[in-house]
C-alpha cells in the first residue's frame, strides 16, 4: 500500500466511527509513516470530514463522539511512537488546556502532544476549564506561555477572558498567549491581544519555537 492509501484507510476508518477500524489502520500505518503524519494527515483529516458530514445532517451527534472516541484511541497508541525530538532539553513550559464551557478536546489535545515531543514541558490542564485555572497553573509550574484552545463562537471570548486575567495579575509581560480552534483566526488573535494563532498542530509547534527560543 502507498502511504497515500494508508492515509485515506486512516480517514474512512474515523469517518466509520469504528474504534477497532481506527486501531487497525493505525498498526498498519505506524511503521510505515511517521506518528504525526498519522495524526494530522490521516486521523484529523477524517475528523475534519466528519465535522462536514455533521453539518450537512448526514451524521448525527452519536455518531460524532464515537468517531471522537475511535480518534482519541488512535492518538493515544501512537503517543509512545512520537519523535523523541529535543525531550529532557526542556525548551519551555506550557501550560494547554480548552477554555471554560467547550468540551472539545481533541485537537488541542494533539496539539499538547506534538508540542511536547517536541521538547516543551506541557502541562495539559484539560478541557471546559475555568479562567482562572489557567492563569492559577501559569504561576504554579512558572509558564512561558499559555494555549488557549476554542471549539465554538460561543467559548471563543474565553481566550481574551484569560489574557485579560493574565494581565490583570500582573503576569502578561512573562508569559505568551497562544490561541487555537476551528472559529479562531489570525485577526481574532490581533483584536484580543494574543501573541500567536496557529491552525494546526504543526503551526503550533513551529510557532512555539519563534516565540520562546
Ligand atoms: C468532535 C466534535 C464534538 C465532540 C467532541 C469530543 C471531544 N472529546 O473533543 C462532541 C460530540 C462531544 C461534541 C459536542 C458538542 N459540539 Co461539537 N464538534 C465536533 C466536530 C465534529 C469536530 C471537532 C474536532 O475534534 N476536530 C478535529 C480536530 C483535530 O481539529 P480541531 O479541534 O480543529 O483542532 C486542530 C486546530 O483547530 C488546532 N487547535 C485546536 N486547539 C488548539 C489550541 C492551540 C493553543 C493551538 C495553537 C491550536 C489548536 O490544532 C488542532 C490539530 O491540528 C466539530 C466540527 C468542526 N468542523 O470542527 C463540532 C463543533 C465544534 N461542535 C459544535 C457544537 C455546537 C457542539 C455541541 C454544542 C453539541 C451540538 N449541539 O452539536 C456540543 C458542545 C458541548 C460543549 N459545551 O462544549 C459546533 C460549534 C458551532 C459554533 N458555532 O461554534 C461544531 C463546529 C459543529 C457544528 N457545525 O455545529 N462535538
Redesign the pocket.
Known amino acids: 500500500m502507498t502511504s497515500e492509501e494508508l492515509l485515506q484507510e486512516l480517514s474512512d476508518a474515523v469517518i466509520s466511527c469504528k474504534k477497532d477500524a481506527v486501531l487497525a489502520a493505525v498498526e498498519k500505518a505506524k511503521s510505515e509513516i511517521p506518528a504525526p503524519e498519522i495524526?494530522?494527515k490521516g486521523?484529523?483529516a477524517g475528523?475534519?470530514e466528519?465535522?462536514?458530514l455533521?453539518?450537512r445532517g448526514k451524521l448525527f451527534?452519536?455518531h460524532?463522539?464515537m468517531?471522537?472516541?475511535a480518534?482519541?484511541a488512535g492518538v493515544n497508541l501512537l503517543e509512545a511512537d512520537m519523535p523523541a525530538g529535543d525531550r529532557g532539553k526542556k525548551l519551555g513550559v506550557i501550560v494547554?488546556g480548552?477554555v471554560e464551557?467547550?468540551?472539545?478536546?481533541?485537537?488541542?489535545?494533539?496539539?499538547s502532544t506534538?508540542l511536547q515531543s517536541a521538547g516543551f514541558e506541557v502541562h495539559d490542564i484539560g478541557?471546559?476549564v475555568p479562567i482562572r485555572n489557567f492563569v492559577e497553573k501559569a504561576k504554579e509550574t512558572g509558564a512561558d506561555m499559555v494555549?488557549?484552545?476554542?471549539?465554538?463562537?460561543?467559548?471563543?471570548p474565553g481566550q481574551k477572558e484569560v489574557i485579560d486575567l493574565l494581565k490583570e495579575e500582573g503576569l502578561r509581560e512573562k508569559v505568551k498567549v497562544?490561541?487555537?480552534?476551528?472559529?479562531?483566526t489570525q485577526a481574532w488573535a490581533e483584536k484580543i491581544g494574543a501573541d500567536?494563532?496557529?491552525?494546526?498542530?504543526?503551526?503550533?509547534v513551529t510557532?512555539?519555537k519563534e516565540l520562546l527560543l
Do not use: Q, W
Request: negative net charge; aromatic residues 4%; glycine residues 10%.
Open positions: 495524526i494530522e486521523l484529523a475528523m475534519n466528519v465535522g462536514v455533521f453539518e451527534l452519536p460524532v463522539m468517531a471522537a472516541d480518534m482519541t494547554n480548552t464551557g467547550d468540551v472539545h478536546d481533541i485537537g488541542k489535545s494533539i496539539v506534538m478541557r471546559d494555549g488557549l484552545s476554542a471549539l465554538m463562537t460561543t467559548t471563543l497562544m490561541i487555537g480552534g476551528a472559529p479562531a500567536c494563532y496557529a491552525e494546526n498542530a504543526s503551526e503550533a510557532k512555539a
